[in-house]
């Protein structure tokens, strides 16, 4: 089974086809024909080595729907059978002997099989292979492929930052920067229950942060101090440097800023920021297997959709452009 891949072969450079024959199917393992695969800011950073660790020539691609073509010999075939529509996210498999996948955490086990970081084997290609099984999720009937593929990456990552948090349908909470993430966050805080303030730097956003279910809209640098304790959660979305003590200043007592965004530099925090009000500073990754259950379940029986545009693979390198220069409203997929 020949796999046509879509690679680059230098940082930035153009998208090339790359064809490889995979070695033979492990007994844990799935072969997924994609049909849809989100275009991840993370993507562009492995396209473009922004994190210095990319080895090429790279095959990005981390949020995966297709169909179940194959499976190993130990698959649980029931739940797996070939035919059945199904998505992979930001991680493909774990050891499930460690202690953390043990309790559950497996998203913190140290030997987890990153998608994202693959390189040489995402999913901009025909096929893609999970490590183990119980890291393809079936998918519900509700959700179409083109919006369940983002929800396997930036979905999970916001939806396991609210759930781990303890965040109540009571509260009232924050969401900073309306992009990718933000507008997911958005959606699932809504859901939950909770009075949803949207931040950003950009006001043309408003319209679309209500639509979204906002309930208030806040431009950063003119209503921060206005906010000054009102949030009991607030969720940073952005890949940007902020003016963290401002933002544990809207915190109520004992509330909790979760960052899912990467920032650019060092957080520099004054200490009374946090001591003071008891305030938590953390941060948050994507979710175990059962999360990822819990949130596409959610999103369907909610009605949340990630407002996507649709790329034909063939334009996969317009596609990463539009996602590069932030021109993505909210997120881009290519359909195979």
């Not at 996210?89 to 955490?105: D, H, K, N, P």
């Not at 996969?316 to 195979?336: K, S």
């Amino acid at each position: 089974m020949t796999v046509r891949a879509y690679a680059v072969e230098r940082a930035g450079g153009p998208v090339q086809r790359l064809e490889y024959e995979p070695e033979p199917l492990g007994p844990l393992e799935v072969d997924i024909a994609v049909t849809h695969c989100g275009v991840c800011q993370t993507d562009i950073g492995m396209v473009d080595d922004v994190y210095g660790y990319s080895r090429f020539p790279v095959v990005a691609g981390h949020e995966a729907v297709g169909v179940v073509e194959a499976v190993g010999s130990a698959v649980d075939g029931t739940r797996l059978a070939v035919g059945r529509r199904v998505g992979i996210g930001a991680v493909a498999g774990a050891c499930f002997a460690c202690e953390w996948c043990l309790s559950g955490r497996q998203y913190l086990c140290p030997h987890k099989d990153d998608t994202v970081l693959r390189g040489e084997r995402g999913a901009f290609a025909t096929r893609l292979r999970a490590s183990d099984w119980r890291y393809v999720q079936p998918l519900p009937e509700a959700l179409a492929s083109e919006h369940a593929a983002p929800l396997l990456c930036a979905g999970i990552t916001v939806f396991s930052a609210i759930a781990r948090n303890g965040v109540r349908p009571t509260d009232r909470v924050a969401v900073v920067g309306v992009g990718g993430l933000g507008h997911l966050a958005i959606q699932f805080l809504a859901k939950w229950g909770c009075h949803v303030t949207a931040i950003s730097s950009t006001a043309a956003k408003a319209d679309d942060t209500r639509r979204f279910g906002a309930h208030e809209f806040i431009v950063a640098e003119e209503g921060l101090q206005r906010a000054a304790g009102s949030f009991d959660f607030i969720l940073s979305t952005v890949s940007a440097d902020l003016p963290w003590d401002a933002y544990l200043a809207t915190l109520r007592p004992q509330g909790t800023l979760c960052v899912v965004g990467v920032p650019h530099g060092a957080f520099s925090v004054q200490p009374l920021s946090l001591l003071l009000g008891e305030k938590r500073l953390v941060g948050g990754v994507v979710g175990s297997p059962m999360e990822n259950r819990q949130m596409l379940d959610f999103a369907a029986r909610h009605g949340i959709r990630p407002a996507v545009e649709t790329f034909p693979v063939a334009r996969v390198d317009e596609a990463l452009d539009h996602v590069r220069h932030g021109r993505a409203r909210y997120r881009a997929v290519l359909e195979f």
